[in-house]
C-alpha cells in the first residue's frame, strides 16, 4: 500500500524559510516520480517540484527556481522541499504525490496533477 506523509508546515512571516517533508512507504522499489504541489484558496493546484529518486533527478516550476530546493534521503524514504525567501503568495496547502513512472514522463509531465498516490497535505502560510 503507497502512502505519502507530509509534514513541515507551518507559519512563517515573509523572508523565512521552511522545509517540507514528504514521507514515501510502497513504492520505493523501481522507477518512480515523486512531486510537490500546492493549492491556495479558489486557485487550481500548481506543481511546484519533482524529483526522480533512482537517478536524482529534479524539476522546478519556473515561478519557484532559485527559492526552492527538492531533495531525497533514500535511507528514510523521504523527499524534502526546502523553501527560503517565503513570499505571502506561497501561502497554499501544500501536498506531495507519486506514481509508477519513467524518467521521461517525470521530466515531461511532473506538473499535471494526475498522480494516483497522494498525501494530506500541510498548510504553510507566510504572512507580510
Known amino acids: 500500500q503507497v502512502q505519502l506523509v507530509e509534514s513541515g508546515g507551518g507559519s512563517m512571516q515573509a523572508g523565512g524559510s521552511l522545509r517540507l517533508s514528504c514521507a514515501v512507504s510502497?513504492?520505493?522499489?523501481?522507477?518512480?516520480?515523486v512531486g510537490w504541489f500546492r493549492q491556495a484558496p479558489g486557485k487550481e493546484r500548481e506543481g511546484v517540484a519533482a524529483?526522480?529518486?533512482?537517478?536524482?533527478?529534479?524539476y522546478y516550476n519556473d515561478s519557484v527556481k532559485g527559492r526552492i530546493t527538492i531533495s531525497q534521503d533514500n535511507a528514510k524514504n523521504t523527499v524534502y522541499l526546502q523553501m527560503n525567501s517565503l513570499k505571502p503568495e506561497d501561502t497554499a496547502m501544500y501536498y506531495c504525490?507519486?506514481?509508477?513512472?519513467?524518467?521521461?514522463?517525470?521530466?515531461?509531465?511532473?506538473?499535471?496533477?494526475?498522480?494516483?498516490?497522494w498525501g494530506q497535505g500541510t498548510q504553510v502560510t507566510v504572512s507580510s
Open positions: 510502497g513504492i520505493t522499489y523501481g522507477g518512480y516520480c
Open positions: 524529483i526522480y529518486p533512482a537517478a536524482g533527478s529534479t
Open positions: 504525490a507519486t506514481n509508477r513512472a519513467t524518467i521521461n514522463w517525470c521530466a515531461s509531465q511532473w506538473r499535471t496533477p494526475t498522480y494516483p498516490y
